[in-house]
């Protein structure tokens, strides 16, 4: 990594903070625009699926059956995924994929509190008690944090750090390689574009360490299996991954 690469990334780090008029008190919906006094209007939240059971125990994958009980997928044991478990709040569609774009690419960073306190829920029923010793935000390349001016992910990790007492290693995970859009790619393609797009600053901080990774999406887990690997090679002990939606 170069030195201007890292320059851009500790930049992006320390998101820019917008007048505070404009981005804690919310107008209305974030959904919708309909008057309201909480982030999403009731209407909207029933367009908001958050996932139950059956699920894949190890992945969080809802089985598309709607019925039975929980257990590991055919994914999980055939080792396609690195992480040790992962869990997601809601399912890609409906207003969850409206709330995103719109924290992701709307500068609604005020949303991060909103994703904060719903992944804070799920940290309680499925991670508390697991010795979860940092949380380490899945990072944006230098280029697409320039530009977005911060990184969604840091944002909700910095919640939950807050929350948690857990700190939050923001510069240990870095992305090196300029990649296309997940979102514009096949399965296969994906996990090309990002396998080499991850290093690890900072070996010593991870060796034996429990993390848990933040991602926005998850959806052919391609993003989260390359940073896994890559903090896995580096020594951490144990990768555990939230994110606010997995596409079902
Ligand atoms: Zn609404
Ligand atoms: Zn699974």
């Known amino acids: 990594m170069t030195k201007g690469h890292t320059r851009a990334l500790f930049s992006g780090l320390v998101w820019r903070v917008k007048p505070i008029a404009n981005v804690l008190v919310p107008r209305g919906c974030i959904v919708c625009g309909k008057?309201?006094?909480?982030?999403?209007?009731?209407?909207?939240?029933?367009?908001l699926h958050y996932i139950q059971e059956p699920y894949c125990t190890r992945c969080g994958k809802p089985f598309t059956t709607g019925s039975g009980v929980s257990h590991v997928c055919y994914d999980c044991i055939k080792g396609k995924n690195a992480?040790?478990?992962?869990?997601a709040v809601f399912e890609y569609n409906g207003a969850a994929i409206r709330l995103i774009h719109r924290f992701k690419?709307?500068?609604?960073?005020?949303l991060a509190a909103f994703f904060s306190d719903e992944l804070l829920m799920l940290y309680e029923v499925?991670?508390?008690?697991?010795?979860?010793?940092a949380i380490l935000p899945v990072p944006l390349s230098p280029r697409r944090l320039k530009h977005r001016s911060y990184n969604q992910s840091h944002?909700?990790?910095t919640g939950l750090s807050r929350s948690l007492s857990i700190p939050v290693l923001s510069s240990v995970l870095v992305k090196i390689k300029e990649t296309q859009p997940q979102s514009r790619l096949r399965a296969r393609q994906r996990q090309d574009n990002v396998k080499g797009a991850y290093e690890i600053t900072d070996r010593q901080a991870l060796r034996g360490k429990s993390v848990l990774l933040i991602d926005?999406?998850?959806?052919?887990?391609?993003?989260?299996?390359?940073?896994t690997r890559s903090l896995l090679r580096a020594g951490a002990h144990q990768v555990y991954v939230m994110a606010i939606a997995l596409r079902v």
Do not use: E, K
């Open 155 to 157: 944002l909700i990790s």
């Open 216 to 227: 926005d999406v998850i959806t052919t887990g391609a993003t989260v299996n390359a940073c």
């Open 105 to 110: 690419f709307g500068d609604q960073v005020n």
């Open 35 to 47: 008057t309201t006094d909480t982030t999403v209007c009731a209407d909207c939240r029933t367009t």
């Open 126 to 133: 499925y991670f508390a008690g697991l010795g979860i010793d």
């Open 83 to 87: 992480f040790m478990l992962a869990r």
